[in-house]
């Protein structure tokens, strides 16, 4: 069992720093909570988490959600610009067209995480890795297939499959892995096996500019301990004019981590905007 000692007694510079790591990390397991109709009304205002893309030319982000692009009908490109300091990052989300009448896409994505590791290392508050340790090269690669398809007037139903695994330099100790939700089932791979990831997802409306969304997710990390993880998502999004929608939720988290079993509950909020959203 891993044990974190925060030391109170910093100076006034120190304070701020840590509090601003803090800051950080929490935007971090914001970030990591957010990864149809016939009418088409849900896939213009929230088409993320479905194998549908981007319109050529159109864009949209959100504080936490990655910003977004269409290149063209068969291509999407993203990153996350608030992590992207820290921890560099690029994606690409393709579409393959349909099977067996399902929308089909594939995403693969890049970050280099060392960046990050290296901010939390710190002695005191907000500190998350001890100092002591030091990281080799680490390149994180995902791939996924996603296909979703429209249930109803007004609702749409997803399902993706993913790999995740790092290429390393060495082999980084696995004790210094962060052991809080949300951020250490993404982070896993890095140290030790790879990440299959599978999730369900369920998108509806409520009214007019109203959707809901149901999502549940499972990591499985291939070694002998510390390797399942689960996660619920609801989040409501109301379409307000234009492009401006809000997101607001929550996340349930159970995993098994180094010093136990561990269920936890997280609050998600966001908020969209960009060119991408048509009424």
């Known amino acids: ?3 974190y000692s925060y030391s109170f007694s910093a100076s006034g510079h120190e304070k701020l720093f840590s509090m601003f790591r803090i800051t950080l990390t929490i935007l971090f397991l914001c970030y990591s909570g957010f990864s149809y109709s016939q009418e088409k009304t849900v896939y213009n205002s929230w088409s993320s988490n479905s194998a549908t893309l981007m319109p050529a030319g159109k864009w949209e982000s959100g504080i936490f959600q990655p910003f977004r692009y269409g290149l063209n009908s068969k291509m999407e490109i993203r990153s996350n610009a608030i992590i992207f300091p820290l921890m560099p990052n690029v994606g690409l989300k393709l579409s393959h067209g349909k099977l067996l009448g399902f929308n089909l896409a594939s995403e693969h994505d890049l970050s280099y995480p ?5 901010f939390v290392s710190a002695k005191g508050v907000g500190g998350l890795i001890s100092p002591q ?4 090269f680490i390149l994180s690669v995902t791939n996924s297939l996603i296909i979703s398809k429209p ?7 997803a399902a993706d499959l993913g790999l995740a695994f790092a290429i390393r330099g060495g082999k980084p100790d696995y004790a210094a892995t962060i052991d ?3 951020l250490y089932p993404r982070m896993a791979h890095y140290y030790k096996g790879a990440t299959i990831k599978a999730g369900v997802t369920y998108k509806g409306k409520i009214a007019k500019k109203l ?8 990591f499985l990390i ?5 390797n399942l993880f689960v996660e619920n998502y609801g989040t409501i999004l109301w379409a307000t004019h234009g492009s401006l929608r809000f997101k607001v939720g929550y996340v349930l988290s159970w995993g098994g981590y180094p010093f136990g079993n561990r269920t936890q509950m ?6 969209l905007f960009g060119s991408g959203t048509k009424k």
């Open 1 to 3: 069992m891993r044990t």
């Open 114 to 118: 060392n960046l990050f590791l290296k």
């Open 133 to 136: 340790f030091s990281f080799p």
């Open 151 to 157: 249930v109803g007037p007004s609702a749409l139903l």
């Open 180 to 182: 809080l939700p949300l």
């Open 211 to 218: 959707f809901f969304e149901e999502n549940v997710r499972i």
């Open 222 to 226: 291939t070694r002998s301990s510390d």
């Open 266 to 271: 997280w609050p998600v909020v966001d908020i």
